[in-house]
């Protein structure tokens, strides 16, 4: 049976609850799964190195192996991929204090924490990015504004609406 869309965001919204909530536990979760993938090619290539070391290789062994190894390698070489950053101009709170206040604003009053970095870019679009370090251990909140958007349409909606005409 497929997922709809809404049952997706229900299960990530309850996962990103138990991140918040019980960040302990979430992990564990996490380090269990990611384990669990891990076992049977662990558990395969054992095997493979114990038929290798009594000089029994076969040809099933060897068939088995090799998809084995490359998704093993794949999955190592996905750990190690660099994470990139959201691109920008970095804004600072000396250069820009009415928006750092007034973003300052929104994240106390939508209970969130403040980003850990702004940036300005020229997309015409405003979103969040979340990027972990290796291994989900620490991760840094980046706030990406596009020049476009805050030039022509968020500055209008910041606007108190009793100076809008």
């Known amino acids: 049976m497929a997922t ?15 991140a918040i909530e019980r960040p302990f536990l979430f992990y564990t979760r996490l380090v269990a799964t990611i384990l669990a993938g891990i076992l049977p090619i662990a558990l395969a290539l054992a095997t493979f190195i114990i038929c290798f070391h009594r000089a029994r290789l076969d040809t099933l062994a060897l068939l088995l192996f090799l998809p084995l190894f490359k ?22 709170r000396r250069t820009a204090p009415k928006l750092f206040s007034t973003i300052q604003s929104l994240c106390h009053r939508l209970k969130v924490p403040f980003p850990d970095h702004i940036l300005l870019d020229e997309s015409f679009n405003a979103y969040v990015s979340i ?15 596009g020049l476009p958007l805050m030039t022509y349409g968020l500055c209008d909606l910041m606007q108190p609406a009793s100076s809008r005409g």
Not at 4 to 18: C, K, P
Not at 71 to 92: A, C, D, Q, V, W
């Open 71 to 92: 998704l093993f390698i794949s999955f190592l070489l996905t750990l190690l991929k660099p994470i990139t950053n959201p691109s920008g101009i970095e804004l600072h």
């Open 4 to 18: 709809t869309r809404v049952e997706y965001e229900q299960s990530l919204a309850a996962l990103e609850r138990d």
């Open 131 to 145: 990027t972990h370090r290796r291994f989900f251990i620490g991760r840094k909140n980046y706030l990406v504004l």
